[in-house]
């Protein structure tokens, strides 16, 4: 999704909003620009290109004309397609100002034509740029106050929004604003910054505050100023930044995600820390867990699979009735729902527009609301009721790894919470998933022990134009997680089938040489002889067995044994050898694995 970034203050103003553009980069693009407010020009220095920053920085030159005040942007295009035209930021017809925007204005049609009556010239096909002409009149009407303008403006809009506007008349000061998008304003000595997100700027300032829901922010180097779209002043909510700027660094590995894959043992275990006896009030305080009737999960991509997952853990141990949704197709199918209902929403980022929007729907029904996210401040945990963070740490690569691991925690910590206050689970039972996710973290370092023979058993496949995940249980939703990171990275056809529907359609692909992943349930689950038989069936027909199991199965092409645990935890340690997979098919096709093509890391809209 777009970044966006800004920066006014004492430096030159070029550097910061490069690094931050470069830090945003995770989120995925497909072109870039910036504007810069110059100290002697009228007009404002604006470069912009389609594709990575790179090409950017080639067409800068040495002539970077002094400016302490800039906005830059990542677009990832959705209305018009990824061209130098399109690319952001969009001026007005006097060249004076520059707009940058996250999200969709849904009425920019009708806007545009009422623009266009009115004699404005558009030179992109951006729902963005009409905002640009819209400040412009705006700000003559208000004769030059442009956070004034910014309010009139957001009000016209329809849709969701992160917008940065500067002009060069006034090129100390940046305006922001936002709805349904994310914007924080970084807090420094003499300077200040503006973005999608801390990354942007951690290396400059730990200190931020966040805007609400259509708030402005009128910022110069000096002074940072919050209203409501009335223009009524609102009280600053700063906050500390926790994450160091390290952590967001590759840190020697060849790819973030493969740093992120060797980082989950830390992640599960720092997720786990204080929270095995229980979830403390720190967590819980905003939510009346008792009484409730049933659970609805609501998350997308892999966030869904945890919550899957999730779905076997809290129906066993708390005996309730637990619906997985994916957010996209939730709301609208008009679902039941009432104060009874507890609704976990699950995202990393927690920014995913179709969550969100789920999310709202049902809180707006009553639903008591639960989240379970990555990103502390991000707009999902703060619409709910209550929230438990999931300690994963910055996830850079678009592929989700140790966010996955953390979720699935989540799901047993909550599953763990309500049986325990339901009084669903025995003593043993209690004591035993304690113990069973203390040991988690040690047996998933045991697994990345294997990555390189597993790095190489993946070259073996090379030339193969599908794979098949197979699972039951909690194994079919590790199956469809296998197969989702095998799409994202190897863009190769890939599906996980639950092994009990083979025989029901999906076992017609299996041809001679079929390489099929058999997620094999624990040992000792009444369902191991099931997979067992599913595994002949398919070889049967030619396929070629890759088994992930904790016994030795003889009757497996290729075994990668994994530690025993408890059988719903097991995705937890299934879930790294098909990340290695994934990672080593991507490397060996050439694909660009942290940011795989046509997808962000967070999706901000519907
Ligand atoms: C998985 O590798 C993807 N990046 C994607 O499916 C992701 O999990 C999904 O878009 C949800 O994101 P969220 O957790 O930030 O809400």
Redesign the pocket.
């Known amino acids: 999704m777009c970044g966006i970034v800004g920066y006014t203050g004492k430096e030159l103003a070029l550097t910061p909003v490069l690094e931050g553009l470069r830090k945003l980069e995770y989120r995925g693009y497909d072109s870039a620009g910036i504007a810069l407010a110059t100290t002697t020009g009228h007009k404002l220095w604006i470069q912009k290109r389609a594709g990575k920053l790179g090409n950017l920085e080639e067409i800068l030159g040495s002539t970077i004309p002094e400016s302490h005040s800039g906005i830059g942007h990542t677009r990832w295009a959705t209305h018009g397609g990824p061209t130098d035209l399109n690319a952001h930021p969009h001026l007005d017809n006097d060249g004076k100002l520059a707009v940058i925007h996250n999200g969709i204005i849904e009425n920019y049609l009708e806007l545009r034509l009422v623009l266009e009556k009115a004699g404005h010239t558009f030179k992109s096909e951006t729902d963005s740029e009409s905002v640009a002409h819209l400040l412009s009149d705006a700000r003559k009407q208000r004769k030059g106050d442009l956070a004034a303008a910014m309010r009139d403006v957001c009000r016209q809009l329809r849709g969701s929004f992160t917008l940065l506007a500067i002009h060069s008349d006034d090129p100390g000061r940046i305006v922001g604003a936002r709805r349904n998008s994310p914007l924080v304003v970084g807090i420094g000595d003499g300077e200040n910054f503006l973005a999608s997100d801390v990354s942007a700027f951690i290396a400059h300032t730990k200190r931020a505050l966040e805007l609400g829901q259509d708030e402005v922010a009128d910022v110069t180097g000096e002074s940072i100023v919050i209203t409501d779209l009335t223009g009524k002043i609102l009280p600053h909510n700063e906050f500390e930044i926790s994450w160091d700027a390290s952590a967001a660094e590759r840190g020697g590995f060849e790819h973030f995600m493969l740093k992120e894959i060797f980082e989950q043992p830390k992640a599960i275990a720092d997720t786990l820390l204080g929270r095995i006896q229980g979830l403390d009030e720190e967590v819980t305080k905003g939510i009346n867990l008792a009484g409730i009737e049933k659970v609805v999960i609501v998350?997308?991509?892999?966030?869904f699979h945890a919550g899957l997952v999730g779905k076997y853990a809290i129906e066993k141990w708390a005996n309730i009735a637990v619906d997985v949704e994916l957010a996209s197709e939730y709301r609208y199918r008009d679902p039941s729902v009432d104060s009874n209902t507890l609704l976990i929403a699950?995202?990393?980022?927690g920014?995913?527009m179709d969550?969100l929007m789920a999310m709202r729907y049902a809180k707006e029904r009553g639903a008591r609301v639960f989240a379970v996210c990555n990103t502390n401040g991000s707009t999902i945990p703060r619409e709910s009721d209550a929230v438990l963070y999931t300690r994963a740490g910055p996830e850079v690569a678009?592929?989700?790894t140790k966010?996955f691991e953390t979720q699935l925690v989540a799901m047993y910590l909550i599953g763990l919470h309500l049986g325990r206050i339901r009084g669903t689970m025995s003593q043993e039972l209690i004591a035993e998933i304690e113990h069973e996710l203390s040991e988690l973290p040690a047996k998933v370092e045991q697994i990345l022990e294997t990555v390189e023979p597993l790095r190489e058993l993946t070259r073996r496949f090379n030339s193969a134009t599908s794979m098949l995940f197979l699972g039951r249980n909690v194994g079919f939703p590790t199956a469809l997680e296998g197969a989702?990171?095998l799409k994202?990275l190897a863009y190769m056809h890939a599906e996980g089938f639950a092994g009990g529907e083979l025989k029901h359609g999906p076992i017609a692909l299996i041809e001679v040489g079929t390489p099929v992943v058999a997620i094999m349930p624990a040992a000792n689950s009444l369902l191991a002889e099931k997979m067992a038989s599913n595994i002949q069936e398919v070889k049967a027909r030619g396929a070629v067995v890759i088994a992930i199991a904790d016994i030795d199965l003889p009757a497996a092409d290729y075994l990668v044994r994994i530690p025993k645990t408890h059988e719903f935890l097991q995705p937890v340690l299934s879930v790294v050898p098909l990340q290695i997979i994934a990672y080593e098919m991507a490397i060996v096709r050439g694909n660009d694995v942290d940011q795989p093509r046509n997808?962000a890391?967070?999706?901000t809209v519907e």
């Open positions: 998350a997308c991509g892999t966030a699950i995202s990393q980022s920014e995913t969550t678009v592929a989700s966010a989702l990171k994202e997808l890391k967070s999706v």
